[in-house]
């Protein structure tokens, strides 16, 4: 009976300590995957930590400001307890994007880059970031992957499909698209970008029934192709906003498509967060909340969303990120470092 007692002992003291383990990786998202907008002042630099605990880090910020924006980067990757990080995606080559890449490579690792390829644009500044990207890549011996639309990327704990790439779309649908978007006929038809920003390179990604779009600076004319006059990305869940909010992207034909349930605009106070983004996004159909990096003056108390929903409000420069953590259910979780609250989104019966 005593060694019968002992066994039981041992056995409930084993399943206890599995179930704490499980709790506490819980708790850190172990089971999640978890997505960080990192504050870099209007500038993209976006985590993305898989349960298999591989990473994805979308942009590098600005360059210059004491290294402040990899400091950042940097912090964001240590709390989601990263020793490396395993991909840089560069969206494309403009200062806010890409500036920042010298002085990350210089503060943390990184395993491999993916990019479009070669710089398009003639603008000297964009040359000049370009140009200190590529010495900074060479410098550092990493592998480097140019994506193409419809490549999913080799990253493992999620699925991430390229939809745009250097001027080029899927030709396509996803899974989940392809239905004719009925909200083309509302939006604006716009002239051709030449810019690097309509060279963004754009995925979708998917954790089990969860879904989230991030396009980087896509322009509008490039929005309507990808999504008129069939939708070829289908519904997401979360949007990453495109081009931190700015008027010329974020067109009613891509976002009221969406029908994203909640949208992440990465803006800076004085950049992005424009009026007529503001309007549309927040006027989107199913759209439940929208989160924002900076209170915008911009859009001012009429437009901007909730204080309880933007990280760093206006005054001092803080740096407060937001934390998004989805289950492969659909349900989901956003938190506002500034105030350590966070908000719940139960999982949909069906989109």
Known sequence: MRRRAHLLVATLAVLLTAATSLCAQSLKGGSKLRIFAIDVEGGQATLFVTPAGQSLLID???????????????????????????????THYHTDHAGGVPQLLDKFPVGALIDHGPNREDDAATQRIFAAYEKAVSGAKLKRIIAKPGDVLPIVGMKATVVSSDGKLIDQPLDGGGEPNPFCKDSEVRPTDTTENARSVGIQIVFGRWKVVDLG??????????????????????????HHGM?????????DALGARVAIMDNGAKKGGSAPALETIGSAPGLETLWQLHFSEDGGEE?????????????????????????????????NSRTGNARHYAALSAR
Do not use: Q
């Open 217 to 242: 600076d896509l322009t509008w004319d490039k929005e309507m192709e990808l999504v008129c006059p069939a939708n070829r990305l289908g519904r997401a869940d979360v949007y990453i906003v495109s």
């Open 247 to 255: 008027n010329m992207s974020s067109s009613p034909a891509l976002v």
């Open 60 to 90: 590098a910020g600005w360059p210059n400001n004491d290294g402040r924006d990899a400091d950042r980067i940097v912090a964001v990757a240590k709390e989601a307890g990263l020793k490396k990080i395993d991909y840089l995606l560069l």
């Open 303 to 335: 437009l901007n969303t909730a204080d309880e929903y933007i990280a760093n409000l206006s005054g001092p420069d803080t740096g407060h990120y937001i934390e998004i953590d989805g289950s492969g259910d659909g349900s989901f979780d956003v938190l």
